[in-house]
T-cell receptor
Framework: RKEVEQDPGPFNVPEGATVAFNCTYSNSASQSFFWYRQDCRKEPKLLMS???SGNEDGRFTAQLNRASQYISLLIRDSKLSDSATYLC??????????????FGKGTHLIIQP | NAGVTQTPKFQVLKTGQSMTLQCAQD?????MSWYRQDPGMGLRLIHYSVGAGITDQGEVPNGYNVSRSTTEDFPLRLLSAAPSQTSVYFC?????????????FGPGTRLTVL
């Protein structure tokens, strides 16, 4: 059974702090990993892809740990505008197309002034 | 570019009614898909299409039909609405023909079935 698991939160974090959350996946053959951001009552939007070597985009850092089968998202110097739900997305079938994309239920982040 | 557009934004149906959710994209993407999002659950794939004339089932296809006569449009038809189909429906498109690239989502249709 394919699974992508996330802590639903909410994570309540003061503005300016660093916050990190993980996402675990069950299929060791998964090849593609993404973080999407979804604001309340809005559509998901791609935040960043996650590469094997890890990658950074401004205040956001994504990492992949294949041995332990999880990906992580780190947000530094958090802003009020970072408040959102962060969705972990994994391609659960090796070589498969987006019929194999599995979305986690999301981690709700609240940045407090 | 308008991106991915969906109509209607909101809809209330009675059990047994049928309707079509419209989805269009102007990015010339071959790959399009429909998801539903329910409280406490991740997005689940209903149907997808890798190009005009080609459709396939996703994880939760029962009760839904799709067609893809043009690259731009990918309507989702509810055959006989049931309360279990109350959900938020998102259409998405992708430049990657495998669908593994960035998914561009429409604003969603909030459907309530009474």
């Amino acid at each position: 059974r394919k699974e992508v698991e996330q802590d639903p939160g909410p994570f309540n974090v003061p503005e300016g702090a660093t916050v990190a959350f993980n996402c675990t996946y069950s299929n060791s053959a998964s090849q593609s990993f993404f973080w999407y951001r979804q604001d309340c009552r809005k559509e998901p939007k791609l935040l960043m892809s996650v590469y094997s070597s890890g990658n950074e985009d401004g205040r956001f850092t994504a990492q992949l740990n294949r041995a332990s089968q999880y990906i992580s998202l780190l947000i530094r110097d958090s802003k009020l505008s970072d408040s959102a739900t962060y969705l972990c997305v994994v391609n659960m079938y090796s070589g498969g197309g987006a019929d194999g994309l599995t979305f986690g239920k999301g981690t709700h982040l609240i940045i407090q002034p | 570019n308008a991106g991915v557009t969906q109509t209607p934004k909101f809809q209330v149906l009675k059990t047994g009614q049928s309707m079509t959710l419209q989805c269009a994209q102007d990015m010339n993407h071959e790959y399009m898909s429909w998801y539903r999002q329910d409280p406490g659950m991740g997005l689940r794939l209903i149907h997808y299409s890798v190009g005009a004339g080609i459709t396939d089932q996703g994880e939760v296809p029962n009760g839904y039909n799709v067609s893809r006569s043009t690259t731009e449009d990918f309507p989702l038809r509810l055959l006989s609405a049931a309360p279990s189909q109350t959900s938020v429906y998102f259409c998405a498109s992708s430049y990657s023909t495998s669908g593994l690239g960035e998914q561009f989502f429409g604003p969603g249709t909030r459907l309530t079935v009474l």
